[in-house]
């Protein structure tokens, strides 16, 4: 895992001083707020609607032992003991007081975290693959991509007040989990007919008012050309792109107006006098990247499968946990474990202080000291011996993070709307744990769940679509009307190699009503599946119009 150097270490140091000196400024008045917005958007630190939330850069997704408990050392002092993880893989406090945030980033630089190019119209954090560097289908491991992204990024001047803000994310394998084709900039790592890595380029993606899937713009990019090529993308935008309009400022907008064609003529244009350029990126540098991700210690293991089998056979909680939880892991006898925070009463994407303490002491216990964000709000070891895996099992349990949920209707996305985003229209969390215990009220619950299989329900509280409810294969999203809050709905979204952007089935429906809808949903899947179709392949073979029909065939809706 990437460790800091020197020049991490002064960069950040500053920004910290800097930061209290402003916050100190404001403070006292000698700042006013439109003076001091800017500067704050620049450290990660909104004003929510009942208290300011400072958001935690988590590059990649990949924690440390001490970073975690740094976190949760945060979550006492400063907030409420808790703390929430984002579908962009970083961490939010909710609770903090304004004077206190200088504080908190000051503890954070301790353990080598920081705020910075969280918000504001940057380039914000990479995301990637939660099973980067395990996956069995891996082509290459993009964590060195993103690394080299992160520094390149990191205070670029030239994109540091783009029209918008700006989003990149890579994947390195087969099947793409890290939802490459709804961010401003997709990149996927390939090999070209000779084997040698290189790039399939994807621009123009994003959800929020205007759901865009992102268009293939280049294959087969030279490795050593990525930075040259994503200059020359950022370049396009921030010359053509929209500054006249909020609502238009996204590049997908900019690549929708222009044609994908006529876009990236004018990237291949710009590239053309970038190429071969300083911005080249030799081998060397790629063989440092990857140097810190080498793969730790693992031993020597023998499949485990049997041992697992009778495990299973003699709990059904733990065999339910191993089909929904447990990923193969590329080295043998070894697996990947997702520990769920979606547990039914707990806010999706919410862990306790307490909870971050014992995940990083089963880190050190279980995996080598490391733990991974996901996309979809959970957390997983990625290196955990199969031997071990009951164990975990055992020591998840009491600590509320053992749910058997992963991928099922339970695993709610959701961000943390009305409750506390200034922006929302309505409220997610609630909506969230209202389906969750209505599928939990069922005798047969877990069986239920299973029978399903995997369906992704993503909420978000405003169109900004922070809970990514576009490509959920159930996607809700909360609206205002006259004041009340509403939800509507769309079905057939899905992220992956085949993404898609959900259609809205009808009109809005109240809050009380989200959980009927749901049910009503998955029995038009029961009834029209074939065999074991996923839910989101039978939307797609009958269409709306039969959830449609069976939602709405009382008048319940607004």
Not at 280 to 291: G, H, I, Q, W
């Amino acid at each position: 895992m990437y460790l800091y150097d020197e020049i991490d270490r002064a960069i950040v140091s500053d920004r910290v001083a800097q930061f209290k000196d402003q916050l100190a400024r404001f403070l006292k008045g000698d700042l006013s707020e439109d003076e001091f917005r800017p500067l704050r958007l620049q450290n990660g630190l909104y004003l929510q609607r009942h208290a300011p939330m400072l958001r935690v850069a988590i590059p990649y997704g990949m924690l440390r032992a001490n970073q975690l408990r740094k976190l949760a050392e945060i979550a006492r002092r400063f907030d409420r003991g808790y703390a929430h993880f984002t579908t962009r893989q970083n961490i939010q406090f909710n609770w903090p007081k304004l004077e206190d945030c200088g504080d908190i980033l000051a503890e954070l630089a301790k353990v080598e975290m920081h705020a910075i190019q969280t918000s504001g119209n940057c380039i914000r954090n990479t995301t990637t693959d939660h099973f980067a560097g395990v996956a069995a289908d891996e082509v290459a491991d993009p964590r060195p991509t993103c690394e080299l992204i992160r520094q390149w990024s990191t205070f670029h001047p030239e994109f540091a007040y783009l029209p918008r803000k700006f989003k990149i994310a890579v994947n390195g394998a087969l099947n793409d989990r890290a939802a490459v084709l709804a961010h401003d900039i997709g990149v996927l790592l390939t090999r070209n007919e000779q084997g040698e890595p290189c790039y399939s380029i994807y621009a123009g993606g994003g959800l929020g008012r205007t759901p865009v899937i992102g268009h293939l713009i280049r294959e087969r990019l030279p490795r050593a050309e990525l930075l040259n090529y994503l200059s020359a993308i950022l370049r396009v935008y921030n010359r053509f792109g929209r500054r006249d309009n909020l609502y238009k400022a996204r590049i997908k907008i900019l690549v929708r107006d222009l044609t994908p064609d006529v876009f990236a003529r004018h990237v291949e244009d710009e590239w053309s006098h970038l190429a071969g350029g300083p911005g080249t990126v030799p081998d060397a540098e790629f063989a440092r990247l990857a140097s810190f991700f080498e793969d730790p210690p693992y031993a020597e293991c023998a499949n485990e499968e049997s041992l697992l089998a009778r495990q299973a056979a003699t709990s059904k909680p733990f065999s339910n946990w191993l089909k929904r939880n447990v990923t193969a892991h590329r080295v043998r006898g070894y697996a990947a474990v997702t520990l769920s925070l979606k547990k039914t009463g707990s806010p999706p994407g919410d862990a306790s202080a307490d909870q971050l303490d014992a995940i990083a002491a089963l880190s050190e216990a279980f995996s080598f000291g490391e733990a991974r964000v996901s996309h979809e709000q959970n957390l997983i070891l990625a290196d955990v011996r199969q031997d071990a895996l009951f164990a975990l099992f055992e020591a998840l349990r009491p600590l509320g993070l053992a749910t058997p949920n992963i991928g099922l209707v339970t695993d709610i996305v959701c961000c943390p709307g009305g409750d506390f985003c200034a922006l929302a229209n309505a409220k997610s969390i609630p909506v969230a744990e209202a389906i969750q215990r209505r599928i939990d009220e069922r005798i047969d619950a877990i069986d239920f769940m299973h029978d399903i299989g995997d369906i992704d329900v993503n909420i978000s509280g405003c169109i900004n679509a922070c809970g990514h409810h576009h490509i959920g294969h159930i996607g809700i999203l909360g609206v205002d009307k006259n004041g009340e809050e509403w939800y509507q709905v769309t079905i057939g979204g899905s992220q992956g190699n085949a993404a898609s952007i959900g259609k809205i089935i009808g009109p809005s429906f109240a809050r009380a009503q989200m959980p009927d809808v749901i049910e009503r949903l998955l029995q038009v899947y029961v009834r029209e599946r074939h065999g074991d179709e996923r839910f989101i392949d039978t939307v797609h073979r009958v269409g709306i119009e039969p959830f449609k029909n069976h939602v709405y065939k009382e008048p319940e809706h607004a």
